[in-house]
């Protein structure tokens, strides 16, 4: 298909255009020609969208729907297009199906269940067999069937040796190590951040040291071994300080957030809403000062959804029993734009494809046109109606927004909601 964008205000600072109001043109999946008006002729779709602004396509690291195994909560055909029409044009996806994404087999099913999509499908392999943190999967193999990262989700490596070894084998082929962080014999049996609220709602706590002291346990092992390292969806103060300081000595290591550590604290748990159970927990207002503050002078690599549909009958169930997790494609970029600027909120989106070393073009003539469609100023009340998620767990509900999301056009195709 070929496309005619009118009137798109390109967000790009790699781009020559960027800050620019143009018309695009995009044939067979390249931008062939941007100018302040291009006519559409008959073989082009010309699209008009109200404040249209473009962008690289954005990226999401850390992605779960269900298949194969739990359908129920999302299938990959239908998450690619709650992606899609989110405004992102490429996910990694976690391994936690039935069976584990554990082999080159599984790497095989999910890229050619999501060939055909317009969102790139980038499998992340589990780093254990089954994700028991006994024994490491076959992470050469998985690599070379597609798979772009190893990390066993919202699973800590306890055996620091497992993690030594995993560092080692992975340098071979520059594969990418993912550690979940905490420390499950300091966890115990919480389910919320250990501090007032929860001592008030008695609900048992997390406390912030067992996710800082295992990313000190692996920014230690990382140090020795060499190799990169990835720690995904960190959430407290010390964490930051912690990885900071890592960059600072040289260590190849890189980090995320969740929008949802960024933006909510555990004061939302008074309702127990269970919603908001998540993992990490959400923590408080200190933290999310102290990520805001690491994401801004570049501690915190990107951000991500963290998106993991729930069914109903595994969330709408006592908080003790009630699964952790919450959808967050939709609401991610509205959340984002809503707390920083446009231009801070794109690059978070999309800076972490240079990590997972996934190709990525700038707006200009001759490039492949992989594009994210949005509105960055329109204000609004995020309600379920805008979950268009199989399961509605989203902790977002009821909270502001700030801008829309149209879709995408990739792959010489576009998706719009």
Not at 169 to 193: D, T
Request: charged share 20%; glycine share 8%; proline share 4%.
């Amino acid at each position: 298909m070929n496309f005619l964008l009118k009137a798109a205000t390109v967000i790009d600072p790699k781009s020559p255009f960027h800050r620019q109001t143009v018309d695009i043109l995009i044939e067979n999946g390249i931008i062939t020609d941007i100018n302040t008006t291009i006519k559409a002729s008959d073989h082009v779709e010309e699209v008009t969208l109200d404040n249209l602004h473009i962008s690289q396509g954005w990226f999401d690291s850390s992605v779960s729907f269900g298949e194969p195994g739990y359908e129920e909560r999302e299938t990959i055909d239908h998450g690619l297009q709650v992606a899609a029409k989110s405004g992102f044009t490429a996910i990694a996806l976690h391994p936690n199906t039935f069976p584990i994404t554990d082999n080159s087999t599984s790497v095989g099913f999910l890229k050619g269940k999501s060939q055909n999509s317009a969102v790139s499908l980038y499998p992340i392999g589990a780093l254990t067999i089954q994700s028991k943190g006994i024994d490491m999967a076959e992470l050469y193999d998985m690599q070379q069937a597609g798979a772009i990262a190893f990390g066993d989700y919202k699973k800590a490596i306890q055996n620091p040796n497992l993690l030594k070894i995993a560092l080692l084998y992975a340098q071979n082929f520059g594969g990418l190590v993912l550690s979940f962080p905490q420390e499950n014999n300091i966890a115990g049996k919480g389910m919320v951040n250990e501090e007032e609220q929860s001592t008030l709602l008695g609900l048992k706590g997390i406390p912030a040291l067992a996710e800082e002291l295992q990313i000190a346990r692996d920014l230690f092992l990382l140090e020795y071994t060499g190799g990169t390292l990835h720690i995904p969806t960190i959430s407290t103060a010390k964490s930051v300080e912690l990885i900071r300081d890592a960059k600072a000595k040289g260590l190849q290591v890189s980090c995320s957030t969740t929008v949802h550590h960024l933006t909510l604290t555990d004061k939302e748990l008074v309702t127990f809403d269970t919603n908001y159970k998540v993992l990490p927990p959400l923590r408080t207002q200190k933290d999310v000062n102290a990520l805001v503050k690491g994401i801004k002078d570049g501690t915190i690599d990107m951000i991500t959804s963290d998106h993991q549909p729930i069914d109903v009958e595994h969330k709408k169930v006592e908080f003790d029993h009630a699964k952790y997790g919450t959808t967050g494609l939709e609401s991610a970029f509205g959340t984002l734009n809503n707390i920083l600027d446009i231009e801070q909120t794109i690059a978070l989106l999309t800076r972490g494809k240079s990590i997972f070393k996934i190709e990525s073009e700038s707006i200009e003539k001759g490039n492949k046109a992989d594009l994210s469609l949005f509105s960055p100023m329109d204000e609004t009340t995020f309600t379920e109606e805008h979950v268009i998620s199989s399961s509605k767990n989203s902790a977002f509900i009821g909270k502001s927004i700030k801008g829309t999301p149209y879709g995408i056009i990739a792959k010489g195709k576009m998706i719009l909601k």
